[in-house]
């Protein structure tokens, strides 16, 4: 919304896209999340509307890439289960970074198994920031989330915290529409 109210004050012709984006994942989230599965296609497309704003806000000082691999219609996922990840990546990667900042996501499914890997550029000391991010309340929500949803032994979380770069990588089963 901040972004939006400077494109706004800037009379920027972008502000309708903002507004649009905005729209489609405000209804994502109250509507479509209201199950416990979604579309893997859905939750890709909500992924790829929170890059685009967020390319708006910071402009030509993110690189961003976003690779998909493998087959990811007629398959399902818990709802906001990617997003919080992908949403750390900004704040505590390129928030903080005043140049030359990166998101690097891979999404591959194969035999209704994905995996999900994002890396980001990070700050290079032992900060707060780091341990925020490391061991803050977004972090902790996702993992009870995973046990919760998948037990103790039906995911696979690793982070990995590097002197320029924070990666995550998430393997978890999906499954088909027909289930």
């Known amino acids: 919304l901040n972004s939006l109210y400077a494109l706004t004050l800037q ?65 399902k996922i818990p709802p906001l289960l990617m997003l919080p990840f992908l949403e750390n990546a900004f704040k505590h990667g390129v928030s903080q970074h ?4 990166f998101i690097y996501i891979d999404l591959k499914v194969k035999e209704q198994n994905l995996t999900f890997r994002v890396e980001n550029s990070s700050i290079n000391s032992e900060s707060d920031l780091d341990a925020d991010y490391t061991k803050g309340i977004g972090l902790k929500n996702v993992k009870r989330r995973l046990d919760l949803i998948y037990g103790d032994n039906g995911y696979n979380l690793e982070v990995f915290k590097e002197e320029d770069s924070f990666t995550i990588v998430l393997k978890i089963s999906l499954i088909t529409n027909n289930e």
């Open 11 to 75: 009379k920027s012709d972008q502000s309708s896209e903002v507004v649009l984006k905005l729209s489609h994942f405000l209804d994502y989230m109250l509507y479509d999340c209201n199950v416990s599965q979604i579309s893997l296609e859905k939750e890709i497309e909500q992924m790829q509307n929170l890059i685009t704003l967020e390319k708006l806000r910071y402009g030509e000082r993110l690189d961003v890439d976003f690779n998909i691999s493998g087959p990811i219609k007629n398959l």
């Open 98 to 101: 005043t140049e030359n900042s």
